[in-house]
């Protein structure tokens, strides 16, 4: 699933600046994004498929040293363009920075 969202080109992308953590410097990040439907199918195997949304924000020039920054996220969301996309990584980057910094 997740490699065959990323053989299509990216909606676009987003820059951001991820703070200091750990022994990090504070940095600019800049993902590619990309999104496609895709069905799953519901673990109990009675119930069928749903349908949902992939969504990958993969960073591209990251530092030498420094492991990309990269989020999958599934979400019953429609996400069709880049204005969407980020949409939803704003929100997961808010959480992901409150999960960080406790």
Not at 30 to 47: F, P, T
Request: hydrophobic letters at 40%; glycine letters at 8%; aromatic letters at 6%.
């Amino acid at each position: 699933m997740w490699a065959s969202t990323t053989s299509t080109e990216p909606l676009g992308e987003i820059t951001f600046v991820s703070g200091a953590r750990e022994g990090q410097k504070s940095r600019t990040v800049r993902q590619q994004l990309w999104a496609r439907e895709v069905e799953v199918e519901i673990a109990d195997g009675r119930r069928g498929k749903i349908k949902v949304h992939c969504v990958i924000a993969r960073e591209v020039g990251a530092p030498a040293g420094v492991k990309p920054i990269e989020w999958r996220l599934l979400t019953n969301r429609v996400v069709a363009t880049q204005e969407q996309a980020v949409e939803l990584i704003n929100w997961y980057r808010a959480r992901w920075e409150i999960g960080v910094s406790r």
